[in-house]
C-alpha cells in the first residue's frame, strides 16, 4: 500500500481518509469492483459512482445532513459510530432486506464500497451500521 495523501485526525476522530494505492491478490482485493462500485458517504466523485444522505435534499442539505464519525482510540477502530445496526454482534438469523450478507455489509462499512464482492452496489443503505474492531 502506497499513500497519495495522508488523513486528517482531529484528536482520536478520523476527519478525512488517506488515499492510498492498494495492491493485492483477487482474494483481497478486485480491480474491477473496486474501481466500480458506488462509493458510499461520497458527496461527489468525478470518475465513479457515489451516493450520500444529503443527495436529493434541496438547496444546503449537504449541511444539514450527518456526517459519518469514524474513531481510532488506540488500536481499535470505530466505524460510523451513530450507527443504530451493531455489524460486530453475530446475527445468524438476520435476513437483511438488500440480501446482503453480514460480511458484505462489513466491507461496505468499512471500505465506503465493495472490493470484492460482485454484486449490485446501488441504492444499497449501509448508512445505519456501525463496527467496533482491532486494527
Not at 478520523?14 to 492498494?22: D, L
Not at 444522505?53 to 481510532?72: M, V
Request: charged residues 30%; aromatic residues 12%; hydrophobic residues 30%.
Amino acid at each position: 500500500m502506497r499513500y497519495t495523501w495522508p488523513c486528517l485526525m482531529l484528536g482520536d476522530m478520523v476527519f478525512s481518509r488517506a488515499g492510498v494505492r492498494v495492491r493485492g491478490g483477487s482474494e483481497s482485493v478486485r480491480k474491477d469492483v473496486a474501481e466500480a462500485s458506488t462509493l458510499y458517504w461520497a458527496y461527489w466523485r468525478k470518475s465513479r459512482p457515489h451516493a450520500d444522505l444529503s443527495h436529493g435534499w434541496g438547496s444546503n442539505s449537504q449541511w444539514r445532513t450527518s456526517f459519518r464519525r469514524d474513531y481510532r482510540v488506540g488500536q481499535v477502530l470505530y466505524y460510523n459510530v451513530d450507527g443504530e445496526h451493531d455489524l460486530g454482534v453475530p446475527e445468524p438469523t438476520a435476513e437483511y432486506d438488500d440480501g446482503l450478507t453480514r460480511e458484505e455489509r462489513v466491507e461496505l462499512l468499512t471500505h465506503r464500497c465493495f472490493i470484492t464482492t460482485a454484486k449490485q452496489h446501488d441504492d444499497l443503505y449501509p448508512y445505519d451500521d456501525r463496527l467496533e474492531t482491532e486494527a
